[in-house]
């Protein structure tokens, strides 16, 4: 292995990619400093990006999953936040995508502290979607086919994704989408509020409540108006 630092962030790699670890030393490094002000974050200690090859390589280090899963959502980037560290598929064409992803994920970790284990899965994939740095339009596309075929999944129901690969990547978009429309109509400022919230409530609709005035089926209602959906009842 040879490394390469910058900053709080050290990528590793070997093999014919520094090219590669430069690109994604360069393009973590400013989501760390984009997101790190948006969570309110004076400083990020140190983390370490370990960029592979090839997926036979990643998936020695990525935990086990059903064959259904591993055949048909390919894992190109894993964060491990109380590790500090970040798996980057290096030869990947989203590779900066993957790796200002997966970098937020350990600064929600920060900016949240003992509650990053109550923070739902919309909130934590939903901000890793606000920064990342080359988001491509897969969710986007995802969250479209939902609208129209209306699987859309109530707000709640996504404090944990579930169910098959599709409505995993219906959630990322659905996640992406609600972040989004937080930060377009309240303020990226309210982020940081929500962080400490969630470490003072260590739960997420009595954050909601005391940032915003409303909670997770507020928050889903306001953003189903928003794309001229109707609410739940």
């Known amino acids: 292995w040879s490394e390469i630092s910058d900053g709080p962030v050290t990528v590793y790699y070997y093999g014919p990619t520094e090219s590669r670890a430069q690109t994604i030393l360069r393009v973590t490094n400013m989501t760390v400093e984009q997101m790190g002000k948006v969570l309110g974050l004076e400083a ?73 284990g109550v923070v739902p899965t919309w909130l934590n994939e939903g901000l890793a979607e606000y920064g990342n740095l080359d988001p491509g339009i897969t969710y986007d596309q995802a969250l479209n086919y939902a609208i129209y075929t209306r699987k859309l999944k109530p707000l709640w129901y996504l404090a944990r994704f579930s169910g098959d690969p599709n409505d ?44 915003y005035a409303f909670d997770t089926y507020g928050l889903d209602s306001q953003w189903r108006l928003s794309l001229g959906l109707d609410p739940f009842p």
Do not use: C
């Open 44 to 116: 990020v200690p140190p983390i370490r990006v370990i960029a592979y090859n090839n997926s036979r390589h990643m998936a020695a280090a990525l935990p086990p999953r059903s064959a259904a899963i591993r055949q048909d959502l390919i894992t190109e980037g894993q964060a491990w936040p109380d590790k500090r560290v970040v798996l980057v598929m290096a030869f990947s064409p989203q590779v900066e995508g993957i790796g200002s992803h997966e970098i937020v994920h350990v600064v929600v970790a920060d900016a949240t502290k003992a509650a990053y």
């Open 168 to 211: 995993i990547i219906i959630g990322y978009g659905q996640a992406r989408s609600v972040v989004q429309y937080l930060v377009r109509q309240y303020g990226p400022e309210k982020i940081a509020a929500l962080m400490k919230a969630l470490q003072e409530t260590m739960d997420i609709d009595r954050a909601l409540q005391k940032i």
